[in-house]
């Protein structure tokens, strides 16, 4: 442990706990009922033998990947020591793992046959398959999470010597496993927009952008609801990651498109996805790029909204759904543009050779995903009732080390 | 009495004769590998493939998905959509830009040594038999679909719904990924697959590493088109006219 912050539970679990817990909760139960639903066979769903991945994919790898950049919080106080990150840490690494696991769990529930899983804890993993390290990888998470929040949360000295090694474990551990989500999409060669080894880090640079803004938008909420005071200090830290991991992953994006545009052959994926060829353009532009980078940016570095809360919600709100746009595009988008049988000839068949395939969810595929979202969010809640996840007082005088009083 | 045994005798040889050749005949003239005892295990000495001369495809496929459709039974699920529906091998129409010259075929699992499929699934469910054969184990299969994205020719389908009256030979369930596998069971049984049988003009099948075997002979004197040859997968499945 390093900082002597104090922490505790929620006390008061008033008529608002309940409130926010039992909409959170009829969303898991809106899960399950999709679960249900589906549990008779994929036909009730949007997704077909062209788009196989579809909406629950969207939030689950949403999700997973706000995991790990919900626990790059922690990792600043701990592997960089810094210190007012360090009060912070225990709710970044509980709502990581609550993250992954809701993330996993329609993960799981969007699975053809559920009950075979049972076949890959038996031996039945093939080491060649990302997928397959990807299940080591999350069950690891979760399992140095619980480590690193013991290290948080114990007193002892055993516990204290060992925070900075898990910590750092715990970072490296989490470029692994997002570089593993992102290598799911970046070594398909049959796939025009999956072809390319960017997608590991870009999902990294995703990852902080996510989980930091879901970890604001926790910590503000939290905070507000249970009348504890939190200073600007600690926002504005949140503040200036959140706008720089943005501009981050402008640059890896650009990146990525100009080098696709370099190869002639990737010309057409580009003009489809980026080029106005079909509403997966409108998305990256309006979606992606204006509403989920470049305004979030402006709330963020206007010199006039300066320690502006409406504005730190507004760009955290617009960056998860800028994000969520871009897990669409890259999911979506990537399966609607056709595979090249015969490159320089047109193809058609009664399989949509040829053709750019349309997808629209169904309302089990979305009740799954927010199934997910109001599991993780569930968790979170339940913990902070009954952990010390949450420090009593994050006011600039306590957590800014470099608080001046005013005069 | 001798003119009774040397009747007797033709008849016997005749006899002899005719059930030789019926014995014989699926092994030796029809096809160059004998069928499998269910107990023997696949050997890696064989590697199946195919041949499929475009231009001698008439119909350009209907005759193979029809059989297959028979022999396999896929293609008439009740709730799925049409996108939805299993297609083992579909019929693919290509029309060159420049030249405007225009050809139909049939497309399915290629049968590839490398087969992305195989490299990607989690469990190890897709897989490749010791005889070049690509199929679906289907009681490992966990219906993740990871195999559908990463295979260059679609060639997969995923059952969207509960299936009824299978047919013997071919294990299909709800919620598992499915494809050509190269007719397996007929294989086995010393039966070209039923697609071949149904284009016998246009499609050749036989052991690839056989240098004796028709198809090897044909191959090594006129080659065969993989599709998507840049992709390196040294597919089991080759076209002429394409």
């Known amino acids: 442990m390093a900082t002597k912050a104090v922490f505790s539970e929620i006390k008061n679990s008033g008529l608002g706990f309940w409130a926010v817990l039992g909409f959170f909760g009829l969303l898991v139960l809106g899960g399950v009922w999709a679960f249900m639903v589906m549990h008779h066979g994929h036909y009730v769903t949007g997704m077909d033998n062209q788009i196989v991945w579809g909406m629950p994919h969207v939030f689950a790898i949403f999700l997973i990947v706000a995991a790990s950049g919900a626990a790059n919080i922690a990792t600043i106080g701990t592997v960089f020591g810094k210190k007012i990150y360090q009060p912070l840490g225990r709710l970044s690494a509980f709502l990581a793992a609550a993250l992954l696991v809701g993330g996993l769990i329609v993960l799981l529930l969007d699975l053809g046959s559920i009950g075979h899983v049972i076949e890959m804890a038996k031996g039945a993993l093939n080491f060649k398959s990302i997928f397959a390290w990807n299940m080591i990888l999350y069950s690891g998470f979760l399992g140095i999470i619980v480590v690193y929040l013991w290290t948080m949360m114990d007193r002892r000295k055993i516990a204290k010597a060992l925070y900075k090694p898990v910590g750092i474990a715990n970072m490296i551990w989490r470029f692994l496993l997002t570089m593993g989500t992102g290598s799911i999409f970046g070594f398909l060669v049959s796939r025009q927009y999956y072809d390319a080894a960017i997608m590991a880090p870009l999902f990294i640079v995703i990852s902080y952008v996510i989980g930091t803004a879901i970890y604001t938008l926790v910590l503000m909420a939290s905070f507000k609801m249970t009348g504890r005071e939190l200073g600007d200090a600690v926002l504005n830290r949140l503040r200036s990651t959140l706008a720089i991991f943005i501009a981050a992953v402008l640059f890896l994006v650009l990146a990525r498109h100009l080098a696709n545009l370099y190869a002639t052959e990737h010309h057409g994926v580009e003009g489809y996805m980026v080029g106005g060829g079909s509403g997966f353009s409108s998305l990256f532009w309006y979606g992606q790029i204006v509403m989920g980078s470049l305004i979030p940016m402006f709330l963020i570095w206007c010199r006039f909204l300066k320690n502006n809360r409406f504005a730190l919600i507004g760009a955290a709100i617009f960056a998860i759904l800028g994000g969520f746009v871009q897990f669409y595009i890259i999911l979506i988008g990537g399966q609607s543009y056709p595979l090249v049988l015969f490159p320089n000839a047109e193809v058609s068949s009664s399989f949509g050779d040829g053709a750019f395939n349309a997808y629209s969810a169904t309302l089990p595929e979305f009740m799954l995903g927010l199934g997910g979202v109001g599991l993780t969010i569930c968790m979170v809640i339940i913990g902070m009732r009954f952990l010390r996840l949450l420090p009593t007082n994050l006011a600039d005088e306590v957590a800014d080390p470099h608080h001046k009083a005013e005069v | ?242």
């Open chain 2, 1 to 242: 009495m001798s003119n009774i045994n040397s009747y007797r005798r033709k008849f016997l040889i005749g006899v002899t004769g005719t059930a030789a050749a019926v014995t014989l005949a699926p092994g030796v003239f029809l096809r160059q590998v004998q069928a499998k005892a269910n107990d023997e295990a696949v050997s890696d000495k064989v590697r199946w493939g195919m041949l499929i001369d475009v231009n001698k495809l008439e119909d350009g496929g209907d005759a193979c998905i029809e059989a297959c459709k028979k022999e396999h039974g896929w293609g008439n699920e009740e709730h799925s959509s049409d996108l939805q529906d299993a297609q083992w091998i579909r019929k693919v129409k290509v029309t060159e830009k420049m030249t405007g010259k225009a050809m139909s075929l049939p497309v399915m699992c290629q049968h590839c040594e490398t087969a992305p499929c195989i490299d990607v699934c989690p469990t190890g469910a897709s897989m490749k038999r010791p005889d070049g054969i690509v199929q679906v184990n289907k009681h490992v299969c966990i219906g993740c679909r990871y195999c559908m994205m990463a295979c260059p020719y679609k060639a997969r389908s995923f059952i969207h719904e509960t299936l009824t009256d299978q047919r013997p030979g071919t294990p299909r369930g709800k919620g598992t990924v499915e494809s050509c596998n190269m007719c397996v069971n007929r294989v086995d049984a010393g039966k070209n697959p039923a697609c071949v049988d149904a284009a016998p003009k246009a499609m050749l099948f036989g052991d690839l590493n056989d240098p004796e075997s028709k198809i090897s002979k044909v191959l090594k004197k006129y080659g065969g088109t993989q599709i998507r040859a840049d992709l390196g997968l040294n597919t089991g499945v080759r076209y002429w006219g394409i």
